[in-house]
């Protein structure tokens, strides 16, 4: 009789111990929490969008201009545009005007005055182009990365819905566009050839 | 005997109380969440290395990523008296308490690598930009395997923000391809033997899949062991980041055919502790102005530039 209790005392307790320490956590609810917490990213970037956005677009550099000075003088031009952390690239917000010379899965390839290219991005729109070339978003108010690069998503998820369709509708080779956009420069490689533009606003002349 | 008594306890308060003598150096400590990973190593003696080369006594502390390991290193590190903390933390959430604690006692507290879930607790935290590198290796990855196909992935620590800001940061990208399809999401903690486990019971699961995404380079070794025994690390395009010496050689192998480690992103652990051991050395000499977050760029590597690594 002593052994039948002893033996299922001993299992009760095992059980007490197994079940205390075992903690079983759905990796999708863990992941949620650490994304969000208390932070709408959504609504940071949404905020961005309605009162910032015309600021920056406003604010926008001449591209042309930009490029021209780039090729003078590149590391004191360079040094001009926003740097987060340690980084080889510096991040502008630019404005320009061109013809378009040809549409790829990815990208509407636009030439500027002095024969130069650029592409406007209408897919691979993703990482911080945007975010940190506009001047309005600091890092210092985010609790923490995931925060931070949230507020990106966000933003690039504004220009696919928004932005990315005007230039998919109405884009067509020998038109004039105007654009203003996230433009990045690497400091390392220093290439401008082959430069990328987030497009932030854009402007498709009507057909003739 | 009043005065006698007064005289012994003066005694013992300026004999147990903290006088540099000319010869004694300040103290850093160097607390890691691991040495048992070859990346965390190199984080560690490169900060303990810039530490004793500025004039500072270092010693590093392992706290084997157990959060309580951690808070003992903390309470000896306060009681020892140091004058900084350089923290590779084993929890977001979990090590805030710590730096707190050391906050309080007046010794200030330097992240590397891991960030904490605090905008002041740290005076400054200076962390791989995890999320950016990991959108590069999902742009190149989404590229390798022509926009469809199954996949899984191997998250790191759960506590861990790296883990999600990698995850985050690849699936910003990924996820916007329907084709590509995720049929398996499993953590290994970082760790290589654990990602093996992972691996091999995936690979029953599901025999079919082109790739399989790696929070951390251990991870991608361990994933691509699994697969060389399967005989399918010809058919699986393995993504892993670091940097580490083996998967920067296993990319040089894939070059040439041989095995299909495909890309790793890589971070600079050497400059991340050495600007952090710097930091704390200005924050020393009253240089209140350091930058309490700063991101540092993680670089793709891939067939094309691996021999700018090697």
Same mark, same amino acid.
């Given at each position: 009789?002593?052994?039948? =209790?002893?033996?299922?005392?001993?299992?009760?307790?095992?059980?007490?111990?197994?079940?205390?320490?075992?903690?079983?956590?759905?990796?999708?609810?863990?992941?949620?929490?650490?994304?969000?917490?208390?932070?709408?990213?959504?609504?940071?970037?949404?905020?961005?969008?309605?009162?910032? #956005?015309?600021?920056?677009?406003?604010?926008?550099?001449?591209?042309?201009?930009?490029?021209?000075?780039?090729?003078?003088?590149?590391?004191?031009?360079?040094?001009?545009?926003?740097? /987060?952390?340690?980084?080889?690239?510096?991040?502008?917000?630019?404005?320009?005007?061109?013809? =378009?010379?040809?549409?790829? +899965?990815?990208?509407?390839?636009?030439?500027?005055?002095?024969?130069?290219? =650029?592409?406007?991005?209408?897919?691979?729109?993703?990482?911080?182009?945007?975010?940190?070339?506009?001047?309005?978003?600091?890092?210092?108010?985010?609790?923490?990365?995931?925060?931070?690069?949230?507020?990106? =998503?966000?933003?690039?998820?504004?220009?696919?819905? &928004?932005?990315?369709?005007?230039?998919?509708?109405?884009? !067509?080779?020998?038109?004039? /566009?105007?654009?203003?956009?996230?433009?990045?420069?690497?400091?390392?490689?220093?290439?401008?050839?082959?430069?990328?533009?987030?497009?932030?606003?854009?402007?498709?002349?009507?057909?003739? | 005997? !009043?005065?006698?008594?007064?005289?012994?306890?003066?005694?013992?308060?300026?004999?147990?109380?903290?006088?540099?003598?000319?010869?004694?150096?300040?103290?850093?400590? %160097?607390?890691?969440?691991?040495?048992?990973?070859?990346?965390?190593?190199?984080?560690?003696?490169?900060?303990?290395?810039?530490?004793?080369?500025?004039?500072?006594?270092?010693?590093?502390?392992?706290?084997? &990523?157990?959060?309580?390991?951690?808070?003992? @290193?903390?309470?000896?590190?306060?009681?020892?008296?140091?004058?900084?903390?350089?923290? &590779?933390?084993? $929890?977001?959430?979990?090590?805030?308490?710590?730096?707190?604690?050391?906050?309080?006692?007046?010794?200030?507290?330097?992240?590397?690598?891991?960030?904490?879930?605090?905008?002041?607790?740290?005076?400054?935290?200076?962390?791989?930009?995890?999320?950016?590198?990991?959108?590069?290796?999902?742009?190149?990855?989404? #590229?390798?395997?022509?926009?469809?196909?199954?996949?899984?992935?191997?998250?790191?620590? /759960?506590?861990?923000?790296?883990?999600?800001? #990698?995850?985050?940061?690849?699936?910003?990208?990924?996820?916007?391809?329907?084709?590509?399809?995720?049929?398996?999401?499993?953590?290994?903690?970082?760790?290589?033997?654990?990602?093996?486990? %992972?691996?091999?019971?995936?690979?029953?699961? @599901?025999?079919?899949?082109?790739?399989?995404?790696?929070?951390?380079?251990?991870?991608?070794?361990?994933?691509?062991?699994?697969?060389?025994?399967?005989?399918?690390?010809?058919?699986?395009?393995?993504?892993?980041?670091?940097?580490?010496?083996?998967?920067?050689?296993?990319?040089?192998?894939?070059?040439?055919? !041989?095995?299909?480690?495909?890309?790793?992103?890589?971070?600079?652990?050497?400059?991340?502790?050495?600007?952090?051991? !710097?930091?704390?050395?200005?924050?020393?000499?009253?240089?209140?102005?350091?930058?309490?977050?700063?991101?540092? $760029?993680?670089?793709?590597?891939?067939?094309?530039?691996?021999? +700018?690594?090697?």
């Amino acid at each position: 009789m002593n052994k039948v =209790i002893k033996c299922g005392l001993t299992t009760v307790v095992f059980v007490i111990v197994l079940i205390n320490s075992i903690n079983i956590k759905d990796l999708d609810k863990v992941r949620t929490k650490k994304e969000s917490g208390n932070f709408e990213a959504g609504a940071c970037a949404q905020n961005f969008w309605e009162q910032q #956005r015309t600021v920056s677009i406003e604010e926008a550099v001449n591209l042309s201009q930009l490029l021209t000075r780039l090729e003078q003088s590149f590391d004191s031009t360079a040094a001009r545009g926003q740097q /987060v952390g340690i980084s080889d690239y510096r991040y502008f917000m630019v404005q320009g005007s061109g013809t =378009i010379e040809g549409i790829s +899965e990815d990208d509407v390839v636009v030439v500027l005055d002095k024969g130069r290219k =650029i592409r406007l991005a209408t897919g691979f729109i993703f990482g911080n182009t945007m975010r940190n070339a506009v001047s309005q978003i600091d890092i210092g108010e985010f609790m923490n990365m995931t925060q931070f690069n949230e507020v990106s =998503i966000q933003i690039n998820n504004l220009v696919q819905e &928004n932005i990315v369709p005007i230039l998919e509708e109405r884009a !067509e080779t020998g038109r004039s /566009v105007s654009f203003a956009g996230a433009l990045s420069i690497d400091v390392e490689t220093r290439q401008l050839d082959s430069l990328r533009i987030i497009p932030l606003q854009i402007d498709i002349e009507e057909e003739k | 005997m !009043e005065h006698l008594t007064f005289a012994l306890i003066g005694f013992l308060l300026v004999s147990c109380s903290k006088q540099p003598t000319e010869n004694e150096k300040p103290k850093m400590a %160097v607390v890691i969440s691991t040495l048992n990973n070859p990346w965390f190593v190199v984080l560690a003696e490169s900060a303990a290395e810039k530490a004793r080369e500025m004039g500072y006594e270092a010693t590093i502390f392992d706290s084997q &990523n157990n959060s309580a390991k951690e808070a003992e @290193h903390f309470e000896n590190i306060i009681a020892s008296d140091y004058d900084a903390i350089l923290l &590779n933390p084993t $929890d977001a959430d979990g090590s805030v308490v710590n730096v707190e604690m050391a906050k309080d006692a007046g010794i200030p507290t330097f992240c590397m690598d891991r960030e904490i879930n605090s905008k002041d607790a740290a005076v400054s935290q200076v962390i791989s930009d995890s999320f950016s590198g990991c959108v590069k290796l999902g742009e190149y990855f989404v #590229r390798e395997l022509n926009r469809s196909g199954t996949y899984a992935e191997l998250l790191g620590l /759960v506590g861990d923000n790296n883990t999600w800001n #990698r995850s985050m940061g690849f699936h910003s990208v990924v996820d916007k391809f329907p084709d590509l399809e995720m049929v398996a999401q499993q953590s290994a903690d970082f760790d290589r033997n654990k990602a093996m486990e %992972v691996t091999e019971s995936i690979l029953q699961a @599901h025999p079919e899949i082109d790739g399989i995404f790696c929070g951390n380079d251990a991870m991608a070794m361990g994933a691509y062991q699994a697969l060389v025994a399967a005989g399918k690390a010809d058919q699986v395009k393995v993504f892993g980041f670091d940097g580490a010496t083996d998967v920067i050689n296993a990319i040089v192998i894939n070059a040439i055919g !041989e095995g299909n480690i495909a890309a790793t992103g890589m971070q600079f652990p050497k400059m991340i502790a050495t600007k952090v051991a !710097e930091f704390a050395d200005q924050y020393l000499n009253g240089n209140q102005d350091i930058d309490n977050k700063i991101p540092i $760029d993680v670089e793709l590597v891939t067939q094309k530039n691996v021999e +700018e690594y090697k």
